[in-house]
């Protein structure tokens, strides 16, 4: 069977930078304190999780 996770993905710099930026525009739109956060989708062998 086949199991769904979700580690954190790990972005390159410049894709960390992007993110941060639209953070920031979204707190200037909304006046909130907005987070993103990235996952990374992965599949995930029942045989694998057992070791």
Request: glycine share 4%; charged share 40%; proline share 2%.
């Amino acid at each position: 069977m086949t199991d769904i996770a979700f580690p954190v993905a790990r972005l390159h710099d410049g894709t960390l930078r992007q993110l941060q930026q639209l953070e920031q525009r979204l707190r200037e739109e909304t006046g909130e304190e907005i987070v993103l956060v990235a996952y990374e989708r992965k599949t995930v062998d029942e045989e694998e999780t057992k070791r």
